[in-house]
């Protein structure tokens, strides 16, 4: 078991607005051995999947209007209202202002300047993950920005990270997908996500956005599970100097992303 604390400007929690929430329940927990609460009717029906006994991420009805079929991530803050504030001061876009949810927390969605959506979470009752890098937790986050200048400034501003390029040794004339850098934020000890040049990768016009990466014991079985129970592979296991990666749509279309530590960690 690996311990998580989320600190300022980290990932706390991801969840997953579904077309169908009774199949996306079935689906994840067969794929990971999650459990699946029932939906809270106090809470426009959602719901949470579980991992060794511990919170791991929800699950909602996609509403009328919003993204569908997408996973969004979520990232600490202790100040909601103030976070937003600063966020729109150089170039945010708010989505949903501050919003309580009961005495779990505060919320609040925001696109960056490169497009890509994201969430604030203050928390109260409900602290987010507690466990990453075991079987069916989170492995990793990262955005494909289609503005890679636009989005690593725009984040040190509003969230405080430290970023470190990896791949091109800091190239600032390199515009390609080798371009990442691994974030930082204040107080933490580690890397907690990324930021990918993704310009070109997508095909002109294709939105920047965050994905969510789950730790697999077994890569290749997961992802062939996956097919089994009516997803779409959109990228086989792959090794890389980041571990065994591989991509993956559920049957309704939502994307997320596997990871496995390299040999020998």
Request: net charge negative; charged share 15%.
């Amino acid at each position: 078991m690996s311990e998580y604390t989320a600190v300022d400007g980290a990932p706390i929690w991801f969840d997953l607005a579904s077309s169908d929430p009774d199949r996306a329940a079935a689906f994840y927990s067969e794929l990971f051995g999650w459990d699946v609460t029932d939906s809270d009717a106090d809470f426009g029906g959602y719901r949470s999947f579980s991992a060794n006994g511990r919170v791991v991420a929800g699950l909602m009805a996609a509403p009328d209007e919003g993204p569908r079929d997408a996973w969004s991530v979520y990232f600490k803050t202790g100040d909601a209202a103030a976070d937003v504030e600063k966020a729109q001061s150089v170039g945010g876009s708010v989505i949903m202002p501050p919003m309580p949810v009961g005495d779990l927390g505060v919320m609040a969605v925001l696109t960056d300047p490169a497009g890509a959506a994201y969430g604030l979470w203050q928390a109260g009752s409900h602290s987010g993950f507690s466990e990453h890098g075991t079987h069916g937790t989170p492995y990793w986050f990262d955005e494909m920005t289609m503005d890679y200048a636009g989005s690593t400034d725009y984040y040190t501003q509003t969230l405080g990270w430290g970023l470190e390029e990896v791949g091109t040794g800091g190239d600032p004339d390199s515009v390609g997908p080798d371009r990442y850098s691994v974030v930082t934020p204040s107080g933490a000890t580690e890397g907690v996500a990324g930021i990918m040049s993704a310009a070109g990768m997508f095909g002109d016009g294709h939105p920047s956005f965050w994905q969510v990466y789950i730790t697999a014991d077994d890569v290749a079985a997961t992802i062939a599970k996956v097919t089994e129970l009516g997803g779409e592979v959109l990228m086989p296991g792959e090794e890389t100097p980041w571990g065994t990666l591989a991509s993956f749509k559920d049957p309704m279309g939502a994307a997320i992303c596997l990871g496995h530590p390299p040999a020998g960690m």
